[in-house]
């Protein structure tokens, strides 16, 4: 299976597997879709790990070339994309739309990138959707090519800039050339640069630092830090008081939490 999820103990493990470059195909988003909400729904999960196979790739993007959906006519690709039911109906094509619906996922569950090699397009926008710490590989290159293939539009569907400042995002957009491992950190695009070999190591002790903390503490931190990315600070403040009060109560009188919370009486 191109794209394959496991769960061990309390960490789901992604690995894009296709070829030495990872490419992504639109089955592959599919199948991403479906993991994705298994992930999203396992209680016993408390964080993931998306990885590409082998050193040479993370993903090198999508494989536009090779295994691009057709249509009989452009009014029934129009009428694909603008009708969201068509995707889960038996017999419809595999797209790339299906990217789409990956990234429109409500995600308040952390997610560690481990980067090897490549990270271009559609790899590089995974990555900057669905991880919120990465670790990196000596060699990685972070990039998005499509600008010389007249495919513009990645820093919108990403919000670079947001994450990166400006002057680095429009460099990376503007230019499609590629970021070094480096580069990346001093951007703080990426937490840590390793060897190779030591990637996936670095990626789980980051997990496992996670992990060990409550599942319900680890939502209402992932929900309050992204909601209120686009909230005014007024309404930040009263939405993260509302989801902690939610989080006390439901608390109820959990031993280690009792303990920290009130003093015990003589």
């Not at 690709?77 to 790339?96: I, N």
């Not at 429009?170 to 499609?176: A, F, I, Y």
């Not at 951007?187 to 319900?216: C, F, G, M, T, W």
């Amino acid at each position: 299976m191109p794209f394959e999820y496991e769960r061990v103990g309390k960490v789901g493990y992604f690995t894009i597997r296709n070829g030495s470059v990872n490419p992504m195909t639109p089955a592959m988003h599919k199948q991403f879709y479906h993991m994705m909400l298994e992930f999203l729904a396992d209680d016993e999960v408390r964080v993931g790990i998306l990885q590409g196979a082998g050193d040479r790739a993370f993903s090198a993007g999508d494989d536009i070339k090779n295994d691009y959906a057709k249509f009989a006519t452009p009014k029934d690709e129009l009428t694909y994309y603008l009708a969201p039911k068509h995707r889960v109906a038996e017999g419809e094509p595999d797209t790339f739309t299906w990217s789409r619906e990956v990234l429109s996922l409500n995600r308040f569950k952390p997610i560690v990138g481990a980067v090897r090699g490549y990270c271009y397009g559609q790899g590089m926008i995974y990555l900057s959707h669905l991880t919120d710490i990465r670790v990196a590989s000596e060699d990685a290159k972070f990039g998005f090519p499509e600008i010389a293939y007249g495919m513009g539009g990645a820093g919108g569907s990403t919000r670079l800039s947001r994450y990166v400042p400006h002057t680095i995002a429009m460099e990376m957009l503007l230019t499609g050339d590629p970021l070094s491992a480096q580069d990346a950190l001093r951007a703080n695009l990426v937490n840590a640069v390793v060897p190779s070999d030591q990637v996936l190591a670095k990626a789980e002790e980051y997990a496992a630092r996670i992990a060990r903390h409550p599942q319900l503490a680890l939502r209402i931190e992932m929900e309050a830090s992204m909601r209120c990315m686009d909230m005014s600070r007024q309404d930040a403040l009263d939405y993260v008081k509302n989801l902690y009060r939610m989080q006390r109560l439901a608390y109820n009188g959990e031993e280690k939490v009792d303990a920290f919370l009130y003093k015990a009486k003589n």
